[in-house]
């Protein structure tokens, strides 16, 4: 008798564990379909003009307001430099340069489109460009001290 | 880094320190003790924070500032890009040229600015910590951390802190500026952290009559530190024991 039960048990944990595995696996898939169907409208990220970036894409991706925020810190306050942290760097990589619409200059929503569309994607507001420029620099500023 | 950025930076410090050599030679060639360049500023290499074992300043020599040039004002005003709305009372002025008439009649040109003191009463008022000044001696404001409580303001007695009221078009990549911040000269942080001087140093060398030598204040052997040496120099407000960066010649 106890040893039916047990086998009992042993078979509804197993059961739960399939089922357990079976769902994430199915939403793992479900959600690469979802992001393949074009039925969510994931955040188009135009292409940077540079090669790669200071960090791998997913490192950036959690860590870029860290790395900014500490860049920030570092540089205002002890005047320690790294020219491809500043977020100017960043500017001159990402921004958009051809115009959207023919003949109309870039508004500086439609340049930053990069940080724009993943961040109202994600509803996380963006005040950074209420005062750093949005505007690719002169060439000699770019890539730090010439 | 990539390697290709790497080598293009170290061609570049190469070109510099070659340029530089040449400069001072050609400037040796003229006549001896007379310099047609003035020394590069110092570099400090990139990662590496400012400490005080230098201390930025500037010497203002009035003989040669010209009552009417004003190089210096626009030079600053197109780096930094800040402009007036043609209100005097509130429109922000970074550097400003003003007149001292003495009782005998002679008049002084000189500019006037953040004097970025040793013992700022700016950053003493400061609740929130945003006005410090950095360990070189270059009093600067932290937007991100400034409220605009004007207290700074308050506290200068040079006058030189500028509260922003207006909406301002975030166009210079230079320096940052937002309504609501307090802001003043900040020497051109910008540029010296990387090796270059001050925009109105430059183009008071290029335009108007080098009255400005900005330098290394620590360094006795400083174009900055010499010219003080050999003619003196004193502080608008001296009484006020302020021990400003920014130096005054011919004032007395």
């Given amino acids: 008798m106890n040893k039916a039960r047990g086998w009992r048990w042993a078979a509804a944990a197993l059961a739960g564990v399939l089922a357990v595995a079976v769902t994430t696996a199915a939403m793992a898939w479900g959600g690469e379909t979802r992001e393949r169907s074009g039925r969510v409208p994931v955040p188009a990220l135009p292409d940077a003009q540079g090669k790669e970036c200071i960090e791998d894409a997913g490192t950036m991706r959690r860590q870029h307001m860290h790395i900014l925020d500490r860049h920030k810190r570092d540089s205002v306050r002890q005047g320690i430099r790294h020219p491809e942290r500043e977020l100017q760097s960043c500017v001159d990589c990402h921004a958009v340069r051809e115009p959207v619409t023919a003949g109309e200059p870039l508004t500086p929503r439609q340049r930053?489109?990069?940080?724009?569309?993943?961040?109202s994607y994600a509803a996380v507001s963006l005040d950074c460009f209420q005062c750093h420029s949005s505007e690719v620099s002169a060439p000699v500023n770019q890539g730090g001290p010439q | 880094m990539s390697e290709e950025q790497h080598n293009d930076r170290s061609v570049n410090a190469e070109r510099r320190r070659l340029l530089g050599g040449a400069a001072a030679l050609a400037g040796?060639?003229?006549?001896?003790g007379v310099f047609l360049v003035q020394a590069a500023v110092p570099t400090r290499p990139d990662g590496t924070p400012a400490t005080d074992q230098v201390r930025w300043?500037?010497?203002v020599d009035t003989n040669r500032c010209r009552t009417n040039c004003d190089a210096c004002v626009t030079a600053c005003r197109d780096e930094n890009g800040w402009h007036g709305h043609g209100r005097p009372e509130t429109d922000v002025k970074w550097i400003r040229k003003i007149t001292i008439t003495e009782e005998d009649g002679r008049r002084t040109s000189l500019p006037m600015m953040c004097q970025h003191c040793a013992k700022p009463p700016c950053a003493y008022v400061c609740p929130t910590g945003a006005t410090f000044r950095r360990d070189d001696g270059v009093v600067l404001v932290d937007k991100h951390l400034c409220i605009g409580c004007r207290y700074c303001m308050m506290a200068c007695p040079y006058q030189v802190?500028?509260?922003?009221?207006?909406?301002?078009a975030a166009d210079s990549p230079?320096?940052?500026?937002?309504?609501?911040t307090v802001e003043g000269c900040n020497l051109c942080v910008h540029r010296i952290d990387r090796g270059v001087l001050p925009a109105c140093v430059e183009a008071c060398a290029s335009s108007g009559r080098g009255a400005l030598i900005f330098g290394d204040l620590n360094n006795p052997r400083s174009e900055i530190s010499r010219a003080i040496?050999?003619?003196?120099?004193?502080?608008?407000?001296?009484?006020?024991?302020?021990?400003?960066?920014v130096r005054y010649q011919g004032l007395s």
């Fill in chain 1, 112 to 119: 930053l489109a990069f940080c724009a569309n993943c961040h």
């Fill in chain 2, 28 to 32: 040796l060639a003229i006549a001896p």
């Fill in chain 2, 57 to 59: 300043g500037m010497l």
């Fill in chain 2, 161 to 168: 802190r500028f509260f922003v009221h207006e909406p301002v």
């Fill in chain 2, 174 to 180: 230079n320096h940052p500026r937002g309504k609501g």
């Fill in chain 2, 229 to 245: 040496a050999a003619h003196g120099a004193e502080s608008v407000r001296a009484d006020l024991k302020l021990d400003t960066g």
